[in-house]
């Protein structure tokens, strides 16, 4: 199975979803972000078939070394969704809101457009956790920790027990 921080692993440094987006945005690093989350967002999108091309060499990776493995991928929980505003667990304008919001679009886009390609299996938790993004009565990610606030974003917007719980009970329904 591909996702989380196992999908950044194969795109470039180790990290978590911020430096995914290295794979999408030109001039973007993760060491450049310190004050500003626009630096996360700036310049002009590539299209995800970069992305795309890199996720579809873990899948024939997983088949090389696992012949008869059943592969999944799970594209990510939904960590701004539409009604996203800007808050304390949030503090981004609405600006940054929408960037955030395209780029998790992309993220879904990559996976979407990987499982047919490889035969993997996709389950969608992105779409099952729109109503679960921060801002929502019951968010299944984890707010932007104090300790970040004002300085970089690594290590942020992780799935938290409820989140978790959603992406096994959905793995689960997709194995049966």
Known sequence: MAGGDTFTYFLGPPGNTVEYTTELEPGTRPSAISRSPRSLTSGAPRSPFRAAANLSRVVEETRRRAKHARVLLVDYLTVIGPDTR???ETPFDEATLGEFRRLGDQVAEVFARTAPRTGAELVTVGKRSREH???????????????????????AFHPN??????????????LK
Not at 136 to 149: F, G, H, I, K
């Open 161 to 174: 027990g409820a989140g978790m719980r959603a992406v096994a009970d959905a793995i689960a329904a997709h």
């Open 86 to 88: 800007s808050s304390r």
């Open 133 to 155: 993004a921060l801002g929502s009565a019951e968010p299944w990610v984890t707010a932007l920790p104090e300790r970040l606030r004002g300085s970089a974003l690594t290590g």
